[in-house]
């Protein structure tokens, strides 16, 4: 007699008492929401980083990178959605990041140091999201008032106070709708960004260009290094496996297309941003190019309403990605804190949720207003963070479940990636907090301005 197929224990055995999978991640989307998810946990308004990430880098390394990092990223999202289905049709539907890496490598200490990584992640993204945020509000506040005397933390507040009320919406697939507005957000400040750079680019007040990099050979190599780890956390998302997770199953072929969604939207905000920033500001770009588009020191270079409006996408759509990001963080504190068997609304899950996640909001307002790096914050966040999950572990998984044979091209390139980006990561990470340190002369607790 043939044996009955592994019973799911994630599914079947342990999720109906794990508060975590139950209310947070609940598996009920279809592949379009997870695309929905995946485009905002990519399709930010870090893309506005990108023609500062080209002062780095130049024309044709900026070029190369940024599409090299595209292709890389897309394979190795694919092969982890392989894994992921590999181990749903063992019978074993894992649903976060570090459970997989632990059963497949079978090892325990993976499982921390994925939540780990994940938790930085995380943390920083929030910290991120919440910093732009406040600094989009108070570009419209200085353009409306020049003289105002509110403050970068002050707007700060006022978005952390936004995101502890948005912070309640008590499950992953309930953002599915957010999430679509958010994918139509990206391509709405994107076009208009594109827009005010040709604007500003033709105009008789454009800025002069100079293409040049670093003069020393050494803060060339640096600058390199710290562009490519912008770029890693630009593409990474650290979070797929609990996007899949949200899908019904069986999630067969799901996030595949998914990725393709996502990555048609890539295609188009990437390449349009960086080139026409970099195009029109060269080695003068700032980490916001919205702050390069209205110089402190001179008039707008594009129509007023235009960057009004983009601006306004920016921060709405910013709201959404911090949403996303939380969740692991949200499902880490609910699997502990919550009770499966009270339902997602009563009284006794309902009073921990609400402090749990606002302590958790206020935690990451407080540190976005104490350390305003947000170019600085992108690298390190990358190059520790992003370029482990997202470009190591997925090859190393898929080698472990699929078993090329080690003559294969597959195994090969799986192989070259994990040793490249793990000498990137390496680099990144020290060029990043070089840069982090350097700043640190610059500014003072809570600034008003954002260090580039």
């Given amino acids: 007699m043939a044996d009955s197929p592994k019973r799911d224990p994630f599914l079947e055995n342990r999720r109906e008492e794990d508060a975590g999978a139950v209310f947070v991640l609940q598996s009920k989307g279809q592949w379009w929401h997870a695309g929905f998810h995946l485009t905002t946990a990519i399709v930010g308004p870090t893309i506005l980083t990108l023609p500062y990430v080209f002062r780095g880098l130049g024309w044709a390394l900026g070029f190369l990178c940024l599409t090299v990092m595209g292709v890389v990223t897309f394979y190795s999202y694919y092969l982890l959605s392989k894994v992921l289905e590999h181990c749903e049709q063992s019978g074993r539907r894992h649903i976060r990041f570090r459970e997989l890496a632990a059963d497949v ?101 454009a800025p002069a260009r100079d293409y040049s990099l670093e003069t020393t050979k050494s803060a060339r190599v640096f600058g390199a290094f710290t562009s490519i780890s912008i770029i890693a956390a630009i593409f990474g998302n650290g979070i797929l496996p609990e996007i899949q997770a949200t899908v019904a199953p069986p999630a067969t072929g799901k996030m595949v297309k998914g990725l393709l969604m996502c990555y048609s939207v890539i295609c188009i905000n990437f390449y349009s941003a960086a080139l026409s920033g970099y195009w029109v500001f060269g080695n003068k770009s700032n980490s916001n190019i919205l702050k390069s588009l209205l110089p402190d020191d001179g008039p707008s270079l594009a129509p007023t309403w235009v960057l009004g409006l983009a601006v306004i996408f920016v921060l709405l759509q910013l709201f959404a990605i911090g949403l996303v990001y939380s969740q692991v963080a949200y499902e880490i504190m609910e699997k502990q804190s919550a009770d499966v068997k009270q339902g997602m609304f009563s009284k006794r899950n309902l009073i921990p949720r609400l402090i749990l996640r606002t302590i958790y909001m206020i935690f990451c307002g407080f540190v976005a207003a104490m350390l305003p790096f947000f170019g600085d914050i992108n690298g390190v966040v990358g190059a520790i963070g992003f370029i482990p999950l997202d470009f190591i572990l997925p090859m190393l998984l898929y080698n472990m479940t699929h078993k090329p044979p080690k003559s294969s091209l597959t195994y090969w390139i799986n192989l070259s990636i994990m040793i490249v980006f793990t000498g990137v990561g390496i680099m990144g990470t020290f060029s990043s907090l070089r840069k982090l340190i350097l700043d640190a002369n610059k500014f003072k607790l809570f600034s008003s301005d954002v260090v580039d």
Avoid at 149 to 165: H, P, Q, R
Avoid at 184 to 196: D, E, H, K, R
């Fill in 105 to 205: 490598l079978g090892s325990g200490w993976m499982f921390y140091f994925v939540i780990l990584i994940q938790t930085a992640i995380n943390t920083g993204v929030g910290i991120g999201a919440i910093l732009l945020a406040a600094e989009c509000l108070e570009i419209m506040y200085s353009s409306l008032s020049p003289n105002g005397s509110l403050k970068l933390y002050e707007f700060i507040a006022m978005v952390t106070a936004v995101m502890i009320v948005l912070s309640q919406l008590p499950t992953f697939h309930s953002l599915r709708h957010i999430n679509l507005a958010s994918l139509l957000l990206s391509l709405g400040y994107t076009f208009l960004i594109v827009g005010a750079c040709i604007h500003a680019g033709t105009s008789k007040h």
